[in-house]
């Protein structure tokens, strides 16, 4: 049986997992520092690289402990892993150092092979351990903290990537409008929280690289994002709001900015999704990944948006950066350098 460990350590999470060839997670384990980067409103990097240092040895020994084969019951150890998977780009250079070099370091005393995965690549592969189906030539939506970006997805090993932003990540207007409202990071989950009480339709956001001239099918920014200028109006709203009313904003308020912000970003996406699906008219399949792709409000729209496509999504708790995704992409590295060498 082939088992791979994987390992994440590119932003705030230390992360290590094992799954086998049937795609079978024997094991996973995750420690998040996301409360410690909370007080400053994103992640820090010196904090994360000393926390990914502490972490992960006993992350090591944690995710060992009950790993068993499934079969046999057998307890399962370093020696049984055929390679070690982990992320070396993109991320924060001092958690990637400490990431690869542990894995490095069990690679060369052990003899196995060191897999080097991008940790983007490893996002959009997640759906594909869970949904066997998933027809290919599909659209593929990565949408996270760092990235948001569109591809079409080939077969495993070949993507096209067809747009991407021009200035910040969906993720990033999530965490960014949480921060301006004080609620704490990462801002996502708190502002799909709280939208849940609010008026989605109080106010009105504009929606950058969407309007008529944009939507032409000649003009070269028809597939790419933008929410810079999103987060400058939320950033103007709260400002005036603040300035009427001579004081904080109330509860109610904040969750109707909260609410009519993400029913902006679904608008913002399902243009997006349309102008991917006019220029290739043959895709039935869209497949969403990255962290933002566990806000269920999203995910409910876009289905509602699109009746006759089918929407694939990984679990949500393996939209956010996790072992598994890593190991995942590790193993398609894996098996497909076997079936080259023979
Ligand atoms: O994929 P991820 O863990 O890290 C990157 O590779 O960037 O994504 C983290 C991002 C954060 O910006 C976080 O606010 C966002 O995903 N996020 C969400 C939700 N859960 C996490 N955004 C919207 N709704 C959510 N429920
Ligand atoms: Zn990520």
Redesign the pocket.
């Known amino acids: 049986m082939i088992y791979i460990l994987g390992i994440e350590s590119?932003?705030d999470?230390t992360a290590a997992a094992i799954i086998n060839e049937k795609k079978e997670i024997i094991s996973h384990v995750l420690i998040s520092q996301s409360l410690e980067h909370s007080e400053f409103g994103g992640v820090v990097p010196e904090i994360a690289s000393r926390r990914h240092l502490e972490n992960i040895s006993p992350l090591m020994n944690l995710l060992f402990k009950d790993a068993k084969d499934p079969e046999t019951g057998e307890a399962l150890s370093i020696h049984d892993m055929s390679g070690v998977a982990c992320a070396v780009k993109p991320g924060l250079i001092g958690g990637l150092l400490v990431g690869a070099n542990f894995a490095k370091a069990i690679c060369d005393c052990l003899e196995k092979p060191f897999i080097p995965v991008d940790?983007l690549d490893a996002?959009l592969l997640m759906p594909f351990m869970f949904f066997d189906e998933i027809q290919f030539p599909n659209l593929a939506l990565l949408i996270?903290?760092?990235?948001c970006q569109s591809f079409i997805i080939k077969d495993l090993q070949n993507f096209e990537k067809i747009g991407g932003t021009i200035d910040d990540?969906v993720?990033?207007a999530?965490?960014k409008t949480?921060q301006m409202l004080s609620l704490a990071y990462?801002?996502?989950?708190n502002?799909?929280k709280l939208a849940r009480s609010g008026d989605r339709f109080r106010f009105k956001f504009p929606k950058p690289l969407i309007g008529g001239k944009f939507n032409s099918e000649n003009n070269e920014n028809l597939l790419n994002f933008s929410f810079s200028g999103l987060k400058t109006a939320v950033r103007i709203l709260i400002q005036n709001l603040k300035n009427e009313l001579g004081s904080e904003i109330d509860q109610q308020t904040k969750a109707d900015i909260c609410a009519s912000f993400q029913q902006t970003i679904s608008e913002i996406l399902i243009i997006k999704i349309e102008n991917c699906l006019k220029r290739f008219p043959e895709i039935n399949e869209i497949v969403i990944s990255?962290?933002?792709a566990?806000?269920?409000f999203?995910r409910s729209e876009f289905s509602k948006a699109f009746p006759e496509k089918k929407f694939y999504y990984p679990p949500v708790k393996f939209?956010?950066?996790n072992g598994v995704m890593i190991a995942f992409a590790g193993l398609i590295q894996f098996l497909s350098s076997i079936k080259k060498f023979h």
């Open positions: 590119t932003c999470e940790h996002h996270s903290g760092g990235h990540s993720g990033e999530f965490d949480a990462p801002g996502g989950p502002i799909e990255g962290g933002v566990s806000n269920l999203l939209c956010t950066d």
